[in-house]
DNA sequence: TATTGTTATACTCTATAACTATA
DNA sequence: TATAGTTATAGAGTATAACAATA
């Protein structure tokens, strides 16, 4: 773990230290941010909200404790989610065919829908965040991003497949 | 803005769509919380107080409001913020030359030698975000991520050379 | 006895609006 | 009259702990 540069750079407004991390961390915020917007200009929802019709649509009918468990989105707060979901017609609470505590949660018709407009909008923060790179640039950018994620998902415990955003923060170990 | 890639693409758990703002968004939520952890492990210090810490040092004796305005945090919050890193004895508010109801906030020597240490832990989190990178690779990224960065200050009202986590967001249009 | 969904309570963070002392 | 800093109050979001129904 060798420091890649000097320890205190200076810091003038309008510029950002050379650092990937520094430039990670404020881009995705940004992005993340779009992102929300987009998402409430288009489908009003929340990214929360389209992580969890994201979740459905791939794995649905499962128990509000499994879903939450995927997002980490803890029991009771899966409660206000999916009753919000369920309010816009999004989402169903059918019973479970194992467990009569549980429900299965699934997807309407209309939820199907609505996450099918959700990803265009998506997609337009995608093509507009990607903006100013040449094709072949954003490709590169695509597989560097890539290595990052994928030695993540090896080495620490990450969340599968998930929206950042809509995931909560792991624990602190608060020392 | 066209649609770089179909609408509706499945996710599987493991895996993430191939989309730059998808990454960014989540790896820049990784990274940020890495970056949280080591400045709290290092020298018990929040995102926003390093980014205080950062601009008093590069801009320092400033009132309360204009560094406020920098870091898009509003004056209500500026209070408890210096109140808390003069409280540890790393910033210092001083009588302003000019303007006797503000204060001149700005570093001391110990905010200084803090602010280092805390640009060292920093600088650890950058080395191991890119541990799973070679140099090459790393120097291309940083380029790339620069040339995104650079092309958003130019667009909108983006903060200046301040890390996110510690800008706060922008308004909501609330339609 | 353990678990699913739910609720109740407290706590943290933030926003809004006042207040004081200076300008 | 406006501004810098501060404080008070209320609201949103979350965590912790309990609860009823079922396993």
């Known amino acids: 773990m060798t420091t ?17 991390a520094f430039l990670l961390s404020r881009l995705g915020y940004e992005v993340s ?3 929300g917007r987009a998402l409430h200009d288009a489908v009003d929802l929340e990214l929360r909200q389209f992580g ?7 794995a649905g009918g499962r128990s509000q404790r499994a879903l939450g468990e995927t997002l980490r989105i803890p029991p009771n707060r899966m409660v206000a989610l ?11 609470r059918r019973i479970h065919p194992d467990d009569r505590r549980a429900y299965a949660v699934s997807l309407t018709e209309a939820g199907s829908a609505t996450l099918a407009r959700a990803y265009q909008a998506a997609f337009a923060v995608e093509a507009d965040t990607c903006g100013p790179l040449e094709p072949a640039e954003r490709t590169r950018l695509l597989d560097l991003l890539g290595k990052l994620a994928t030695a993540r998902m090896e080495r620490d ?19």
Request: cysteine-free; aromatic content about 0%; proline content about 23%.
């Open 52 to 58: 969890l019709l994201r979740l459905l649509a791939d």
């Open 82 to 92: 999916v009753d919000d979901l369920e309010g816009k017609g999004l989402v169903e």
């Open 33 to 35: 941010r779009d992102m």
């Open 157 to 175: 415990d990450a969340v599968p497949g998930v929206h950042p955003g809509l995931v909560e923060p792991e624990p602190e170990p608060e020392s």
């Open 4 to 20: 890649p540069r000097p320890p205190h750079p200076p810091v003038r407004p309008g510029e950002l230290p050379p650092s990937v």
